[in-house]
């Protein structure tokens, strides 16, 4: 893989739709769905003008799930709500292992002397959850959520300084790329609703079935409002020490040790909601609280005065 330093266009309709030659979600979908996939080792490659990396994956296995992320019936592994047009899919990757190591590049812009980056994490799952339009099989929502047991991590002063280059190299290019998804998640956002509408004032005249009621019910328990990405780490001890005087000539001789840092987290979450606007709602979210709730009042007076301030301009 190799990051781009202009976003691409969005892929458009699924491929699999395509090739079975139908435009809406149906049997092909269906079928890909309920496939258990097993490997047993994957490397990715990813080059960056800034930096390369390689991710390593042994034992990785990936199926579908109930709601409740356990391996059932594939009847039940998806939420279909004809009045909305809309489908929910869970899915599931676990892992025995996983290696990332990431280096700078041969360029002038590197310094001279860089530490790789390495971390090796036991196993881990990623859970994924979609809501797609069934007419055209395009993502409306998305939900991803990577956990991860206990991690230790080591980390030299000069392997810090060289992962904050990297991430400073790829910032360009995720927010070029998340600027993209911001410009277009609002005709998404109307097509939908606006199919939404179209089902339900079609339906209405022909009367709901016994159990529509039920199942918007419990599409509504596990839809996804909006996208979001988590990562939660049961618990994670990390270690920074200082390898300067490895470095440096003659500092062990006249006994310049260098220092070392311990911190340890439990229950480490980190929540993004990258199409989330100032002023909404937030009792959607995973972690919600009254503190939150508070804080979206203090959001929704911010923007009624910044909208007063334009208006008068």
Known sequence: MRTCEEPRPPNGQSPIALAAGQSEYGFAEKVVEGMFIVVNSITIKIHSKAFHASFELWQLQGYSVNPNWQQSDLRLTRITDPQRGEVLTFKELT????????????????????????LITNQGRIQISLKRRTKDCNVVASKLMFLLDDLLWVLTDSQLKAMMKYAESLSEAMEKSAQQRKSLAPESVQVSEF??????????????????????????????????????????????CDDSHARESGALKHGMLGGA????????????????????????????????????????????EFQNKMEKL
């Open 95 to 118: 892992w025995q292992t996983l290696r990332i190591e990431a280096d700078a590049t041969d360029s002038g812009d590197q310094d001279p002397i860089t530490t790789p980056l390495r």
């Open 195 to 240: 199919g939404y509408c179209a089902q339900q004032s079609w339906a209405q005249p022909f009367g709901a079935s016994p159990n529509a009621s039920s199942i918007g019910q419990y599409f509504d328990k596990h839809d996804m409002k909006e996208s979001s990405y988590h990562l939660l780490i049961s618990r994670l001890d990390l270690h920074i």
């Open 261 to 304: 840092i311990q911190l340890t987290f439990r229950r480490m979450a980190f929540d993004y909601y990258p199409f989330h606007r100032a002023g909404d709602a937030c009792k959607h979210w995973v972690r919600y609280s009254e503190a939150m709730e508070t804080r979206g009042q203090w959001a929704k007076k911010l923007v009624s």
